[in-house]
């Protein structure tokens, strides 16, 4: 191009960058013709905050400015509805008059009044020039102060260091603990091979010291090492139920929670290294150069870098991570000199925290017993080196550890529920899947017999959508079924009974649990059987043994013959292949959009023709209904009549005349037994059910490829053949 012809679009573009240099970033940047370039910016905190190198820069502004994030735990919805209202200072807020009038939208008298005395105590401690803290009353059980157990000699303080960007998933790298008398010990992990090991290490440590001092408590600052030990166990699937006995037994206190619900303080955030001024305690490593470390650290991690680590980095990192654990400690007994104070102040004892059981239940228990004795008897005389073992060695050994798959997932779920009942309201409000500061507004509906309440909420990201079931953190009880939920204007619906008593919500906490017993109870009856009669000694669990020994599809064909010819067509020879599976498998492969569910309709339907029994399955009703779709499309084409049941939520259904509409399992039992119908559709939790048993001929599993092994052993009991 001659510069002629860009010449004058290089003079606008230089005219606006320019002007853009020049002006005040927190002015709107105007055009001549009054348009607005660029809406008014200021340096909010973010994330990158801890990682930008202009932090520096941001931070002198927003001091300057006394501006409200410095306030600890404001949320950026309540600084913004401040502002409005012409307080956009620290000083400002911790000298504001309450009640204000009108209401903050928004922002409830409670959660005001909460940044306010934080305000107010950071402006009095910036003021007279120290730290200052007060205690917060009513005392609440096993709240705050009231939530330190009894020291002990064996107590324990604790603390990760990890990356969640190295090796791809993330690497928890340094696990530090230190005795009451601040020994310390370092478990170091440089890899996931050696994350694992060094897991399992510091998880015996503890329990081998828990059965010598039953009484110790594990102490750690935030949620980071609750969350990183219950992700571990379930990554490398070890040492689950020691874990679960230290969730279980409380034996894991995080000293935080006691700080935010104890205390005030004036403090800019509750981290612990602003909370060491108020116990005097000196790092021996400096901060700057172990934040150096850290980062130099994780980029040698997270680039794969060859060669030996840099010991210095280590030691390094070490000295800071021992730092950390120290310091835990010092705030835990300043905390224990922090609850006599309470008790002066207030003239009454405060209660400690009352012991809990830290074994499974009895029912829990002999189930642990029961599956414990198959995985004994599956894995007896198997190497422990896979390319060791003979086909049917490795199909028992994979099928002792898919005895434990229900429950590893029930126990993600449980942690994380109860993790949430533990939640501050500040947690309830940031954490993604939860829903806080909700204010009641009233009931907008009726149907049938319930009422819809609906509750408001300031802007916040959550997970809830229709039809969930949440409950209140308060409470842990159940408020009702989400009817709707409105971002834009900050509204939930909640439905429930016209005659119910449950107090109004101030939070949600999601609650998607379901009971996997009876696919549990399928998969144990399958390793039974396997342990008395050897695999596919039970004619009626055959398919399962092919299935865990990889066995080709038996359609009739000799021993290591292809399936399929060059030039036969795939829907054909999908359908051959249908007809023909004898007490088999045939998985039927392809990439999204190659017609697999145009095929699979087909596919049963030639089976049905043929007289066949079958069954339609999957992780999710919506998915079943869209092959139940695709069979209709074909019988309609062939003009041949299918009479089918379904076992589905309403809004979930495929409407047909031809299907009945079951409500409980027994319907489909006996519709299919009786021969009323030959296809039934439901997901593993009707074909996991003792007796479906043997109620199909063929199986099929649609996007099986998202459905857990776990979950097709335990449904294939209910046919003599799968189609996945």
Excluded at 668 to 689: F, I, K
Aim: aromatic fraction near 8%.
């Amino acid at each position: 191009f001659r510069v002629d012809d860009f010449a004058a679009y290089y003079r606008m573009v230089r005219r606006g960058f320019e002007a853009h240099l020049a002006s005040d970033p927190l002015q709107d940047l105007v055009a001549d013709d009054g348009s607005i370039l660029r809406t008014a910016t200021y340096p909010e905190p973010v994330a990158h905050c801890d990682v930008c190198i202009w932090a520096h820069e941001c931070d002198a502004r927003r001091r300057a400015d006394d501006h409200l994030c410095l306030v600890a735990g404001i949320t950026r919805s309540q600084r913004d509805r401040l502002t409005e209202r012409d307080t956009d200072t620290l000083a400002a807020l911790g000298r504001l008059a309450l009640p204000v009038e009108p209401k903050l939208d928004g922002v409830s008298p409670a959660a005001l009044e909460k940044i306010r005395e934080q305000a107010r105590i950071q402006l009095e401690g910036r003021e007279r020039g120290e730290h200052r803290y007060e205690l917060l009353l009513p005392v609440t059980e096993e709240e705050g102060l009231a939530a330190l157990p009894p020291p002990s000699a064996g107590d324990l303080f604790f603390d990760i260091e990890g990356d969640p960007y190295a090796l791809g998933d993330g690497l928890e790298y340094l696990f530090g603990v230190a005795d009451a008398a601040g020994e310390f010990r370092a478990f170091w992990a440089l890899d996931l091979e050696q994350e694992k090991a060094q897991f399992e290490a510091f998880i015996d440590f503890v329990i081998d010291r828990l059965e010598r001092y039953p009484d110790l408590h594990v102490y750690h600052y935030a949620a980071y090492e609750q969350t990183a030990i219950k992700r571990l166990a379930g990554r490398h699937a070890t040492r689950e139920d020691e874990v679960d006995r230290l969730l279980r037994g409380g034996v894991l206190v995080d000293l935080y929670r006691v700080v935010r619900q104890g205390l005030r303080a004036s403090v800019e955030s509750y981290s612990i290294k602003k909370m060491e001024p108020f116990y005097d305690f000196g790092r021996e490593e400096d901060i700057r150069t172990a934040n150096a470390a850290l980062a130099d650290f994780e980029a040698w991690l997270e680039l794969g870098t060859e060669g030996q680590e840099d010991r210095t980095l280590l030691d390094s990192i070490e000295a800071y991570n021992r730092d950390d654990c120290i310091s835990t400690l010092k705030l835990r007994d300043w905390l224990e000199g922090l609850r006599l104070e309470l008790e002066q102040q207030t003239g009454e004892s405060v209660p400690r925290p009352g012991p809990r059981e830290q074994a499974p239940s009895d029912g829990l228990s002999e189930h642990l017993e029961r599956v414990a004795a198959l995985v004994s008897a599956l894995t007896g005389g198997v190497p422990v080196d896979p390319a060791e073992r003979t086909p049917e060695q490795h199909a028992r050994w994979l099928l002792a550890q898919l005895l434990g798959w229900h429950r590893r997932e029930d126990k993600s779920f449980w942690w994380q529920y109860f993790a949430h009942l533990e939640y501050t309201d500040e947690e309830l409000l940031e954490d993604r899947s939860t829903l806080g500061g909700l204010r009641y507004e009233g009931v907008v509906d009726r149907v049938k017999q319930s009422l819809v309440h609906r509750y408001r909420f300031s802007p916040q990201e959550h997970d809830f959508r229709a039809d969930d079931t949440p409950r209140d953190p308060a409470t842990g009880g159940s408020v009702g079924t989400v009817v709707a939920v409105d971002d834009i204007r900050g509204t939930i619906d909640l439905k429930r009974g016209v005659r119910s008593d449950v107090p109004h919500p101030a939070a949600l906490i999601p609650f998607d649990h379901v009971d996997t017993r009876v696919q549990r109870d399928s998969l144990l009856a399958l390793a039974e059987s396997v342990v008395t009669v050897g695999l596919g000694g039970d004619p009626g669990r055959r398919v399962a043994a092919d299935l865990l020994l990889r066995q080709s599809p038996g359609v009739g064909q000799a021993s290591g013959a292809p399936l399929t010819a060059d030039d036969e067509d795939p829907l054909a020879a999908a359908i051959r292949l249908a007809l023909a599976l004898d007490r088999s498998v045939l998985p039927v492969q392809g990439p999204p959009g190659s017609g697999k569910t145009f095929s699979g309709g087909r596919m049963i339907l030639a089976l049905l023709q043929a007289g066949k029994r079958v069954g339609v399955t999957s992780n999710s009703h919506k998915v079943i209904s869209n092959l139940l779709e695709a069979v209709y499309e074909a019988a309609d084409e062939a003009g041949f009549r299918v009479e089918a049941i379904q076992k589905a939520k309403e809004q979930d259904r495929y409407e047909r005349p031809e299907i009945v509409q079951a409500t409980i399992n027994q319907e489909v039992h006996d519709a299919l037994v009786t021969g009323a119908v030959p296809l039934a559709a439901g997901t593993a939790w009707l074909w996991s059910r003792p007796e479906m048993k043997g109620t199909l001929d063929v199986l099929f599993v649609d996007e099986a490829g998202q459905m857990s092994l776990a979950n097709v052993l335990a449904v294939s009991q209910a046919a003599d053949s799968l189609i996945l």
